[in-house]
């Protein structure tokens, strides 16, 4: 088994997850991998931490896949799929996993970031990385907001899961939400977010209704309310979904025990 650390600019892909008809991610690394190794997408059995959707970007993706034989030499898969790959998706790293090791379910957290672009007119540079807000926002009232939504919360209000297939477990726990100011890149708004999961378009969720609060759509206290309603539809009458362009998956961290590989580990990098 294999660990891959991935970047990529999500602009023109749907998503990560592997889909027959569409670009994805997932779908071009197996490609890649594919003409190097001879292996079948079903022999790799690839799996990523975190999903993410058409037009999110990734500094630190993480991803596992498996071989049906040792790889002797990772150094020459690794300069194969970088130079196979669009330019737009590079693997930064890969290194031997531990059998027992699955990118998903042992992911301890996750980092992302969202960026607004807060100015009248939008930096064309930026404009497939930040959400353009026009209007003057409250900046003060918005950094209250992103307190109301740290710590253990059943997030069923800011969850876009189908009604045919309900949260089993609603509840996850935000461990930072704050708001800060990237001067050097301008009028830049940027929310780093940590959280030990994240429900389909839950932070995109959670901007929208901060961004409609820092506009003076709402009070901050709102959010208490919502979240205790547990209801999607209720979001929907009073926020939209903030755009995909203004997210990132920055990191997805592990607890070391499932990084560090068994002593007798016979095919090593």
């Given at each position: 088994?294999?660990?891959?650390v991935?970047?990529?600019?999500?602009?023109?892909?749907?998503?990560?997850?592997?889909q027959?008809?569409?670009?994805?991610?997932?779908?071009?690394?197996e490609?890649?991998?594919?003409k190097?190794?001879?292996y079948?997408?079903?022999?790799?059995?690839?799996?990523a931490?975190s999903?993410?959707?058409?037009?999110?970007?990734?500094?630190?993706?993480?991803?596992?896949?498996?071989s049906?034989?040792?790889?002797?030499?990772l150094?020459?898969?690794h300069?194969?799929?970088?130079?196979?790959?669009?330019h737009?998706?590079?693997?930064r790293?890969?290194s031997?996993?531990?059998?027992s090791?699955?990118?998903?379910?042992?992911?301890?957290?996750?980092r992302?970031?969202y960026?607004l672009?807060?100015?009248?007119?939008?930096?064309?540079?930026?404009?497939?990385?930040?959400?353009?807000v026009p209007?003057r926002?409250?900046?003060?009232?918005?950094?209250?907001?992103?307190?109301?939504f740290?710590?253990?919360?059943?997030?069923?209000?800011?969850?876009?899961?189908?009604?045919?297939?309900?949260?089993?477990?609603?509840?996850?726990?935000i461990?930072?939400?704050?708001?800060?100011?990237?001067?050097s890149?301008?009028?830049?708004?940027?929310?780093?977010?940590e959280?030990t999961g994240?429900?389909?378009?839950q932070?995109?969720n959670?901007?929208?209704?901060?961004v409609?609060?820092?506009?003076?759509?709402?009070?901050?206290?709102?959010?208490?309310?919502?979240?205790?309603?547990?209801?999607?539809?209720?979001?929907?009458?009073?926020?939209?979904?903030?755009?995909s362009?203004?997210?990132?998956?920055?990191?997805?961290?592990?607890?070391q025990?499932?990084?560090?590989?068994?002593?007798?580990?016979l095919c090593?990098?």
């Open positions: 088994k294999w660990r891959i991935v970047s990529y600019d999500g602009t023109r892909f749907s998503g990560w997850q592997y027959p008809d569409f670009p994805t991610v997932q779908g071009l690394i490609d890649a991998l594919t190097l190794t001879r079948t997408r079903e022999e790799l059995l690839m799996a931490a999903r993410t959707d058409a037009g999110v970007h990734a500094l630190g993706q993480v991803a596992h896949f498996h049906p034989a040792c790889i002797g030499d150094s020459r898969i300069r194969g799929l970088n130079g196979t790959l669009p737009e998706i590079r693997v790293e890969i031997p996993a531990k059998s090791f699955h990118a998903q379910a042992c992911a301890r957290t996750k992302y970031q960026k672009f807060v100015a009248p007119v939008m930096d064309p540079l930026l404009r497939l990385y930040a959400y353009h209007e926002l409250d900046v003060a009232a918005m950094a209250e907001a992103c307190g109301y740290v710590g253990k919360h059943d997030f069923s209000t800011f969850s876009n899961s189908s009604t045919l297939r309900p949260l089993q477990n609603p509840v996850r726990e461990l930072r939400f704050e708001l800060l100011e990237q001067a890149l301008g009028p830049v708004l940027c929310f780093e977010i959280g994240f429900f389909h378009k932070i995109r959670m901007v929208g209704l901060i409609a609060i820092g506009k003076g759509e709402h009070q901050a206290r709102v959010i208490p309310e919502l979240l205790a309603m547990k209801d999607r539809q209720k979001l929907a009458r009073v926020s939209i979904t903030a755009p362009r203004g997210l990132t998956l920055v990191s997805v961290h592990y607890d025990s499932d990084l560090d590989l068994p002593e007798n580990l090593r990098k």
